[in-house]
């Protein structure tokens, strides 16, 4: 899967000399947590929630509210902006975006063709397909078990599923503190729970968990 099948398009921008204020009320308007910046229909920045509460004056001040808020009218975007914004573009691949917001520690990424802003990937959009990826969504029999590490297993488990009338939804793999084996989660709907231990537990080296949900 590749970003442009999931980024979050069109995106909401600001313009550089948007006040902290304004910028605040329109992400909380919005539900979300990070706009590009945008002048001259180029992209120029990337401000986050956290960088605008940061602009705010701490709890502690002396400063009225109304100090406060002609201080924060006076502060804006660009004062407090990311200029050096890591980008990805349409066709680079879902895992590759995670890694770079997961080495980062950025919460999104805009997505550019050429020097065009075309979307924006966020932790948002990638929990949501970590979700369809576990089936989370549609009820059935989760199952998570140590699997070995060797080539054939996979077709093993689908065929002993498929044999008592079961459908896999959805399976992961990940990796384990035994390097001979994976940690495999696998959500399988028609059979019941039962039938799908004993299908199972010949086949792979420990079920570890098992239930309906």
Request: aromatic letters at 4%.
């Amino acid at each position: 899967m590749l970003v442009g099948e999931r980024m979050s398009r069109p995106v909401i921008t600001i313009s550089p000399d948007t006040p902290v204020t304004e910028a605040l009320r329109l992400m909380k308007n919005e539900h979300i947590r990070r706009t590009p910046i945008i002048q001259k229909g180029k992209m120029v920045g990337i401000v986050s929630e956290k960088d605008l509460l940061n602009a705010s004056p701490s709890q502690a001040t002396s400063l009225s509210v109304w100090e406060i808020q002609d201080l924060l009218s006076r502060i804006k975007v660009k004062d407090v902006m990311t200029k050096d914004v890591h980008t990805v573009t349409e066709d680079t691949p879902l895992e590759v975006a995670a890694a770079i917001m997961a080495d980062r520690k950025i919460g999104g990424l805009p997505v550019m063709r050429e020097d065009k802003l075309v979307g924006i990937i966020t932790e948002t959009d990638l929990l949501k397909i970590f979700l369809e990826m576990l089936g989370a969504r549609q009820t059935g029999v989760r199952v998570n078990f140590l699997g070995r590490d060797q080539p054939g297993e996979i077709a093993k488990w689908g065929q002993a599923i498929f044999s008592i009338g079961g459908n896999i939804i959805a399976l992961g793999t990940f990796a384990g503190d035994d390097p001979s084996a994976y940690n495999i989660t696998m959500k399988v709907v028609g059979p019941d729970q039962e039938s799908v231990r004993q299908i199972l537990e010949p086949l792979v080296v420990k079920i570890k968990d098992i239930r309906t949900c």
